[in-house]
């Protein structure tokens, strides 16, 4: 079984920066999937970023490209996400997943661990 642990939600104003980081507990760390998601009040569960075990592959929403960065350390059993010129509309909470494979994907189906996420808002 593995846990996920998120942290490094706030508050911050738009054009800001957040980093985000999710602690796994688990000796096969390395050989999962990880991604991030997030949820606005009143919408579905949607993909943000992705990336392999090895962290040779990465994925991310057309939404967030060029502003975010997924990346993890292996040794240290951690994966992050750096969320740079932040918008209102990258407001919600954002969960850490983790996936029996070692590839990355955009399915939230495809993920069998999550964490409870964190509270990310951006005001204008």
């Known amino acids: 079984q593995v846990q996920l642990v998120e942290s490094g939600g706030g508050l911050v104003q738009a054009g800001g920066s957040l980093r985000l980081s999710c602690a796994a507990s688990g000796r096969t760390f390395s050989s999962y999937g990880m991604g991030w998601f997030r949820q606005a009040p009143g919408k579905e569960r949607e993909f943000v970023a992705a990336?392999?075990?090895?962290?040779?592959?990465?994925y991310y929403a057309d939404s967030v490209k060029g502003r975010f960065t997924i990346s993890r350390d292996n040794a240290k059993n951690m994966v992050s996400l750096q969320m740079n010129s932040l918008k209102p509309e990258d407001t919600a909470v954002y969960y850490c997943?983790?996936?029996?494979?070692?590839?990355?994907?955009?399915?939230?189906?495809?993920?069998?661990?999550w964490g409870q996420g964190t509270q990310v808002t951006v005001s204008s």
């Open positions: 997943a983790g996936r029996n494979l070692p590839t990355a994907t955009m399915s939230p189906l495809t993920f069998n661990y």
């Open positions: 990336i392999s075990s090895r962290g040779e592959s990465t």
